[in-house]
């Protein structure tokens, strides 16, 4: 290894531009974009090909192909399990998503009759700086507590559920962690499991539903996308997928029509005029926070009920947690004040898992390094529960956005 970074100059080039004769980067982005996410670099070193020195005046470093540690991340390497029959796995103590058993393979998922299986995708990088990425990490850490005396339900009892991992990224790229979530997202979706998928950024939404349309068809799936921004934006500095852009790339490139897609909790300052003129020229629905204040939460929050029921056969939930008022989710990366309340956003939540046939479901931008008191965290975990809890209740037979316990209901005198 050593022998072939000591070979040439250029070679240093390559990996270090400090160590280069080349002028600084004009336009001071760095892109990472060139080789194709599924190559995997062919590990035999005393075949590495003398490497292309970049042109003095290039804003891009590329990827170096020979590396043989280009695809190392993306290995889920499990050859060094026992030898074991498949199905979940209980793991006692480990910190696990609301303490559920973990599944390795899709063998396991099939074994054990998994409905639901969550997984983690740390993505940090499609905000631009640190801590969304730990997002997976904090919700395993959580009080295992679910359900709550709505429904008087406890989903953990009603639904066979795992905790599947974190699914593989290059922290270094955003563009080369798409393949691999999308990956995982597909292979428990193909066993009937509904994948659970815990942020990392919103650019996961793009992994998340392209891997649910490979399976289910892109006619037959439909969103819920709760958000304060759209995040359908174009290019940024070149770059076309980050926590800004998932609906674009979704809707662009033609994995979901627009027409299944639904927006909810739009405001501040994004987008403009031309972001609204796309969304209506793709026949996309969306209620800002604007219509909220006009036409009340209950009445706007029926209609999306309603819209919801009367879209495709199968519906992905993607819920961005500043959605939610900065006083309740302040650990998140760009929040925006004027947003929604739990209380609002739970009920809905529930509803909606309650009466669609919900096939995926992601909660993204947690930044617990922001999150004094671990409000976010709170409400966020809440947020999954009530969700799970929805999807229990459609199971039993119950599900309605206003089904609760006799006995919460009142005190039985009225
Ligand atoms: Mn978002």
């Given at each position: 290894m050593t022998s072939r970074f000591s070979s040439?100059?250029?070679l240093l080039c390559g990996l270090l531009v400090t160590a280069c004769e080349v002028p600084p980067p004009e336009s001071g982005e760095v892109a990472a974009t060139d080789a194709p996410a599924d190559t995997v670099a062919d590990a035999a070193a005393d075949t590495v090909p003398e490497r292309e020195p970049l042109p003095p005046d290039s804003a891009?470093?590329?990827l170096d192909a020979s590396d043989p540690n280009l695809a190392v991340w993306q290995d889920r390497d499990i050859s060094g399990d026992p030898p074991r029959e498949p199905g979940p796995i209980e793991v006692?103590?480990?910190?696990?998503f609301f303490g559920l058993p973990i599944a390795r393979t899709p063998e396991d998922?099939?074994?054990g009759e998994v409905e639901v299986a969550f997984m983690g995708a740390p993505v940090d990088m499609g905000v631009g700086y640190r801590g969304a990425g730990e997002g997976p990490t904090a919700l395993r850490a959580m009080r295992r507590s679910v359900g709550s005396m709505e429904t008087m339900i406890s989903w953990r009892s009603e639904l066979t559920a795992v905790d599947y991992g974190n699914a593989p990224i290059d922290n270094l790229s955003v563009?080369?962690?798409m393949p691999p979530i999308r990956r995982m997202v597909r292979e428990i979706a193909e066993t009937g499991a509904i994948p659970v998928i815990i942020g990392g950024d919103h650019s996961i939404e793009f992994a998340n539903v392209a891997g649910l349309a490979d399976v289910y068809g892109k006619e037959n799936v439909g969103v819920i996308h709760f958000d304060a921004h759209y995040d359908a934006g174009d290019a940024r500095h070149g770059h076309l997928i980050?926590?800004?852009q998932p609906v674009r790339r979704l809707i662009d490139d033609g994995h979901i029509l627009g027409r299944n897609f639904i927006q909810v909790g739009l405001r501040g300052s994004w987008p403009g005029p031309s972001g609204f003129e796309w969304m209506r020229a793709n026949d996309m629905r969306y209620h800002t926070m604007a219509e909220i204040d006009r036409d009340g939460w209950t009445n706007v929050m029926r209609e999306v009920l309603d819209q919801a029921n009367e879209g495709p056969e199968y519906l992905h939930i993607s819920f961005d947690i500043d959605v939610m008022d900065p006083a309740y989710t302040s650990g998140t990366g760009t929040p925006v004040p004027g947003g929604l309340t739990?209380?609002?956003v739970f009920y809905m939540v529930r509803g909606l898992c309650s009466e669609n046939n919900v096939v995926g479901f992601d909660l993204v931008e947690l930044n617990p390094l922001v999150d004094p008191g671990y409000t976010t965290m709170l409400n966020a975990k809440k947020v999954v529960d009530e969700c799970m809890t929805g999807i229990a209740l459609r199971k039993l037979g119950l599900g309605n956005r206003d089904y609760l316990?006799?006995?919460?209901?009142?005190?039985?005198r009225r």
């Open positions: 040439s100059a250029l891009i470093i590329r006692g103590s480990v910190l696990t998922l099939v074994a563009e080369r962690s980050s926590h800004a739990p209380r609002e316990s006799p006995l919460t209901r009142d005190d039985g």
